[in-house]
């Protein structure tokens, strides 16, 4: 099993920056993927950014592309969101998964972490 706690949200304002953090515990050599989603209210949880854990490859929703950046750590066992020029509408409840292979895929998700855009 893999634990994750994202951490990092918080009240900003439009143009400002945040990063997300999610710590993963647990099997985390099983780990081959991970990537931050996205939920407003009343809306699906959306995908936002994806990273592989072995070749780093990377992929970003349209409304993120070039203002947000995804990254994992040397040690595989952290993820971070770097969030730039954000605006409004990315005001929305960030959750952290993990895609892990045992054999077969399974995946985690962190509790979540609230993301608020306002002047």
């Known amino acids: 099993q893999v634990q994750l706690v994202e951490s990092g949200g918080g009240l900003v304002q439009p143009g400002g920056s945040l990063q997300l953090s999610c710590a993963a515990s647990?099997?985390?050599?099983?780990?081959?993927?991970m990537g931050w989603y996205r939920q407003r209210p009343d809306e699906y949880r959306e995908l936002v950014a994806y990273?592989?854990?072995?070749?780093?490859?990377?992929s970003y929703a349209d409304s993120v592309k070039g203002r947000f950046t995804i990254s994992i750590n040397n040690g595989k066992d952290a993820l971070y969101l770097q969030m730039d020029s954000l605006k409004p509408e990315d005001t929305a409840d960030y959750y952290c998964?993990?895609?892990?292979?045992?054999?077969?895929?399974?995946?985690?998700w962190g509790q979540g972490t609230q993301v608020t855009i306002s002047s």
């Open positions: 998964k993990a895609d892990t292979r045992v054999g077969y895929d399974v995946s985690y």
């Open positions: 647990g099997n985390i050599r099983s780990i081959y993927a």
């Open positions: 990273i592989s854990s072995s070749d780093g490859y990377t």
